[in-house]
T-cell receptor, first 115, second 109 residues
Framework: DTEVTQTPKHLVMGMTNKKSLKCEQH?????MYWYKQKAKKPPELMFV???????INESVPSRFSPECPNSSLLNLHLHALQPEDSALYLC??????????????FGPGTRLTVL | DAKTTQPTSMDCAEGRAANLPCNHS???????VYWYRQIHSQGPQYIIH???NNETNEMASLIITEDRKSSTLILPHATLRDTAVYYC??????????FGPGTRLSVLP
């Protein structure tokens, strides 16, 4: 299984809602990532988990809360988002610690719209 | 900031080779060159990576100059399905992937 899956594919939420994005991989990878991609822009790194521990948080607002329940799963909890948070949210995984030079495998993304 | 510069866009005729250049003049000795592509609204797809030797796989070839300051991704027989944004990324130990704007490749029939 060489796939990273993400659910849901699309999500529409109001600014007062709480929702979660989910990501799963079964490749035995020990590093997992969240990226945010605005329209017509490249992906930007948000969080890195290495061996289930948060190792990098790229100054992301606290309304985004990541969680890594185990080595195969990664969640992104959303609360009190703003319309400018509307974007494609991408999950990726890689072998090793995330510090090593390993290719990352990306999921298809969740298209989030905040009303 | 991204450590690479790429043309904003390129066109290629279907069936011809697509040669996508990337400049990484500040690359250091332990940094790899990665290529990804992103077809509209999908997640980025890994294509190939290399350190200093040329590399080839079932998707593409990667040619890295001897001084490692630039590289070229070659899609030998481009098809319409190769239309995408192509990203060249330089990554070293302990560094994150930083995506630049990439090259928008349009394969024309």
């Amino acid at each position: 299984d060489t796939e990273v899956t993400q659910t849901p594919k699309h999500l529409v939420m109001g600014m007062t809602n709480k929702k979660s994005l989910k990501c799963e991989q079964h490749m035995g990878h020990r590093a997992m990532y969240w990226y945010k991609q605005k329209a017509k822009k490249p992906p930007e790194l948000m969080f890195v988990y290495s061996y289930e521990k948060l190792s990098i948080n790229e100054s992301v607002p606290s309304r985004f809360s990541p969680e890594c329940p185990n080595s195969s799963l990664l969640n992104l909890h959303l609360h009190a988002l703003q319309p400018e948070d509307s974007a494609l949210y991408l999950c990726a995984s890689s072998q090793g610690s995330g510090l090593e030079r390993n290719e990352q495998f990306f999921g298809p993304g969740t298209r989030l719209t905040v009303l | 900031d991204a450590k690479t510069t790429q043309p904003t866009s390129m066109d290629c005729a279907e069936g011809r080779a697509a040669n996508l250049p990337c400049n990484h003049s500040t690359i250091s000795g332990n940094e790899y060159v990665y290529w990804y592509r992103q077809i509209h609204s999908q997640g980025p797809q890994y294509i190939i990576h290399g350190l200093k030797n040329n590399e080839t796989n079932e998707m593409a070839s990667l040619i890295i100059t001897e001084d490692r300051k630039s590289s070229t991704l070659i899609l030998p027989h481009a098809t319409l399905r190769d239309t995408a944004v192509y990203y060249c990324i330089v990554q070293g130990y302990g560094q994150n992937f930083v995506f630049g704007p990439g090259t928008r490749l349009s394969v024309l029939p």
